[in-house]
């Protein structure tokens, strides 16, 4: 099996949808932010999402901009920006969106990612940033149309790259100050443009510890909502060099060997899939 046909298979059974349904009479599943907070139930299955016939009837809550996702298995879903000041109703907390990935399941947190990235874009187009004048949804698409000068906004995806290196029967892990205390990760960046992804694992890998890698190879993707990634995978070889942290996105940086990992990420993110790749090449999983 190569790496990019992993187990887990991309979701096939939600429907991308623009324009909601005039005539709903069952639930929907609503997706619901306070800024980079979702909405989670508490009590009868917890960190579930909201399933509501209507958002204001039911738990009073008073959207400042509402956004139709689509259709999962034959389910509505919603997304849906409150005010800064809204306070949970009963039965229900808000999360903050990195805690809330480490609670539900990646088939969820994939809708998560959707929502508050459409939620987001929503909020950040309400204007031309051309002329100024208020945007309209464009028919048919994800996307908003100044009537005044026809510049159009589709929602921003940023790509970023990730990669695995192996020297010999260990890899480089790498922690950042942001990081909660004790865990390491893979080392990330964001693409420059006019570079090529593999142009961009070199240059990162380069700028962020000081060594050179070899036999960049794909591995697969990953969107990821921090903020709007699209998050593409890659191993690679050490090449050559000292590890040197620069002291601002990273601050410090080791190889392990499989048997002595530090505190690593969640399960479903890539840089944990990645890891765990290589585990399954050693003979060991954890």
Not at 149 to 171: D, H, M, Q, T, W
Not at 214 to 222: E, H, P
Request: proline share 8%; with cysteine; glycine share 8%.
């Amino acid at each position: 099996m190569t790496p990019t046909n992993r187990e887990n298979p991309i979701y096939p059974k939600f429907i991308t949808g623009i324009k909601p349904p005039a005539d709903r009479t069952e639930k929907a599943l609503w997706f619901i932010f306070r800024g980079r907070d979702i909405l989670l139930k508490t009590h009868k299955n917890p960190g579930a999402i909201p399933r509501l016939l209507d958002i204001n009837k039911e738990i009073g809550l008073p959207a400042v901009r509402e956004q139709y996702l689509g259709v999962l298995e034959g389910t509505h879903c919603f997304s849906v920006e409150l005010p800064a000041d809204a306070e949970a109703p009963e039965g229900m907390e808000f999360v903050d969106l990195r805690q809330a990935y480490s609670e539900i399941s990646e088939r969820c947190f994939e809708l998560v990612n959707k929502a508050v990235q459409v939620m987001e874009w929503d909020r950040t187009n309400q204007f031309c940033s051309r002329c100024g004048t208020k945007t309209l949804q464009k028919p048919g698409e994800r996307g908003k149309e100044c009537p005044e000068c026809g510049e159009l906004f589709y929602p921003r995806i940023s790509p970023a790259i990730i990669v695995l290196i192996r020297n010999g029967s260990k890899i480089l892990l790498a922690r950042s100050p942001n990081f909660p205390p004790d865990m390491y990760s893979l080392i990330a960046g964001f693409i420059e443009p006019g570079e090529s992804a593999e142009a961009a694992v070199s240059r990162e890998v380069w700028e962020e510890v000081g060594i050179k890698v070899k036999n960049v190879t794909y591995f697969g993707t990953q969107a990821w909502p921090f903020p709007n990634s699209l998050m593409i995978g890659f191993t690679a070889e050490y090449n050559s060099g000292e590890i040197r942290p620069d002291g601002f996105e990273i601050e410090d940086a080791k190889w392990f060997s499989a048997d002595e990992l530090p505190f690593l990420p969640g399960k479903i993110s890539i840089s944990r899939k990645l890891i765990d790749h290589f585990l399954k090449e050693e003979g060991l999983e954890i």
